[in-house]
């Protein structure tokens, strides 16, 4: 029996307003302080808190969108930062060549990671478990030694940008608080795009494909195209999360897209909960804000990072998004 009918039968009618704003209260109290971070000045230095707090936006886009295939589609990609890096050499490039318009440089971006998706994606989603896993690193680690051969735009050192981006011809990306709202601005409608699709006839597909594709496949539905969709349009929403970090940093590198990378997307996508509204957001946010604090305690807080995320995993099944729905008694659907 649907949660409808159990109401009704317990006589009280299901109120489908009031399960909608229980499900996206946590999105919206995210999104609220999130907007509120500039007033918040008791934070520290306006200059120090939101190049931070813009560089956890721009990774929990990107986070949102690799758990559109990981948590949804069940594809485990271990190349993904690949698209953050392309997304971040086309701006760069482009940027370099004369051509700073965001409405110029925004096209080119999304053409270029959906052709590498595209591509990549027929051939990797012809697998699947460990081999699907091996064939997106080895796409990702081509990207990255592709990108290391760019000697015309620094090669190893990376490409330094002296010009910004301009958004009609104004600088707003170059300054920071430009470049937070238009970040989150992004992020919003990355994460309602994307829970959009996860909701559709779609996203239903998809999350049987995971299930079974055999039984998926055998009710009629391309399982192979629904797969390879959901594939580029991640690619995409990855790369625009590599222009707006290219944005930030003004500087594009190979790092970006390593393998090492790609592990600590998933990992955002773990420890905030695999397949949840919110889980990729809070493990981004999460992931970033330890990595701050941590690092300034010791060189090496990974070895302080590591042990908690074994703690989640082990004691809080499905992460940050289930722990934070024991505690509110179920009274939240994070």
């Known amino acids: 029996m649907s949660e409808a009918v159990i109401s009704q039968a317990d006589g009280h009618p299901a109120n489908p307003f009031a399960q909608l704003a229980r499900g996206y209260a946590v999105s919206v109290i995210i999104f609220l302080l999130l907007a509120a971070v500039p007033l918040m000045g008791f934070l520290g230095p306006e200059g120090f808190v939101l190049p931070l707090?813009?560089?956890m936006m721009i990774l929990a886009l990107a986070a949102v969108a690799l758990d559109f295939i990981l948590g949804h589609g069940g594809l485990v990609s271990f190349g993904h930062a690949a698209f953050i890096g392309i997304g971040a050499y086309v701006a760069g490039i482009m940027i370099t060549e004369g051509h700073s318009e965001t409405f110029l440089i925004l096209p080119a971006v999304l053409a270029v990671t959906a052709l590498f998706a595209l591509v990549t994606g027929i051939v990797c989603l012809r697998t699947s478990g460990v081999y699907f896993i091996m064939i997106t690193l080895a796409f990702g680690q081509m990207a990255f030694f592709a990108a290391s051969s760019l000697f015309a735009y620094g090669g190893d050192d990376g490409l330094t940008l002296w010009d910004?981006?301009?958004l009609f011809g104004s600088a707003v990306l170059s300054d920071d608080r430009g470049?937070?709202?238009?970040?989150?601005a992004a992020l919003i409608a990355v994460f309602l795009l994307v829970q959009a699709f996860v909701a559709s006839r779609f996203g239903r597909v998809l999350r049987a494909a995971k299930a079974n594709g055999t039984r998926t496949a055998s009710l009629g539905f391309d399982v192979f195209r629904v797969r390879l969709v959901a594939y580029v349009l991640a690619g995409m929403l990855t790369g625009l999360a590599g222009f707006l970090l290219s944005a930030q940093a003004e500087f594009v590198s190979p790092?970006?897209?390593t393998w090492q990378r790609s592990g600590e997307l998933i990992i955002m996508v773990v420890l905030g909960g695999i397949g949840t509204r919110n889980?990729?957001?809070l493990g981004a946010i999460t992931f970033v804000a330890?990595?701050?604090?941590l690092s300034d305690l010791t060189h090496d807080w990974k070895l302080i990072f590591g042990p908690l995320l074994v703690i989640v995993v082990l004691y809080s099944r499905g992460g940050l998004a289930a722990l934070?729905?024991?505690l509110t008694g179920g009274a939240v659907r994070v």
Request: net charge positive; charged share 10%.
């Open 53 to 55: 707090v813009t560089r």
């Open 324 to 326: 934070l729905t024991r």
């Open 164 to 166: 910004g981006a301009t």
């Open 179 to 184: 470049l937070f709202y238009i970040t989150l």
């Open 290 to 293: 330890l990595e701050h604090f």
């Open 255 to 257: 790092a970006a897209m």
């Open 279 to 281: 889980g990729a957001l």
